[in-house]
């Protein structure tokens, strides 16, 4: 899936963005001084560094679905926040700025990405894709510290926060119908009358019952 998000910020950052393909190279590698060594043109670098759910969109709604003799529970999509750095490298710093300039131009415009637009899976997203482009978010990331553990000279860049669903139908669990049970007891030493009560074992109550006298 991330690799589908990449793949479609790489297309919008080239399409929107007016970037040659030929002159210019947009990478997702993780920027440190070994990636940085061997490059050998200018370079977009859109880094996904952290991964976490957006507590502002949890649904804990669910839906049950029957069929015959199972039901369904089916859980609603978690939406999930894929952080990047996007950064931009090239030999005179004019360049660099050029290009996380048309980088920004392209992204800023575009609030959100309609899953028909989108590559790969992401097609299959029942929700448009929204964007917080170099907007401060509720997690800032201290990019000083950052780059301290890429071990690379810290470049100028924004974040990139893209929400994609993390369709939880994988997890969903299918569960047999349970009968709700009536038991009858009676006291053998009084004349007490019988008692009845319910046991409920879990799972989906049918509306049949069975009745036991002891």
Not at 168 to 180: C, F, I, N
Request: proline share 6%.
């Amino acid at each position: 899936m991330i690799h589908d998000l990449d793949k479609t910020l790489e297309k919008m950052i080239y399409q929107r963005g007016n970037i040659n393909r030929t002159d210019i190279d947009i990478t997702f590698d993780t920027p440190d001084r070994e990636w940085s060594g061997r490059l050998s043109r200018p370079t977009l670098n859109c880094w996904a560094y952290d991964l976490r759910e957006n507590m502002k969109l949890r649904s804990m709604e669910r839906q049950v679905v029957r069929n015959g003799d199972t039901a369904a529970v089916l859980f609603p999509s978690i939406r999930m926040d894929v952080s990047y750095l996007v950064t931009a490298w090239a030999r005179k710093m004019e360049d660099e700025h050029q290009l996380i300039w048309r980088a920004l131009s392209a992204l800023k415009r575009t609030p959100r990405i309609a899953p028909a637009e989108a590559e790969g899976m992401l097609r299959y997203q029942k929700r448009d894709l929204p964007l917080l482009v170099a907007t401060p978010s509720d997690h800032p990331v201290n990019l000083p510290d950052l780059w301290g553990v890429l071990d690379n000279v810290m470049r100028l860049g924004f974040t990139l926060v893209v929400t994609v669903e993390l369709d939880t139908a994988l997890a969903d669990y299918e569960a047999p119908v349970t009968k709700g049970m009536q038991i009858r007891t009676s006291s053998t030493t009084d004349n007490t009358p019988p008692e009845s009560f319910n046991a409920a074992r879990g799972g989906f109550t049918a509306a049949d019952e069975t009745t036991s006298e002891s």
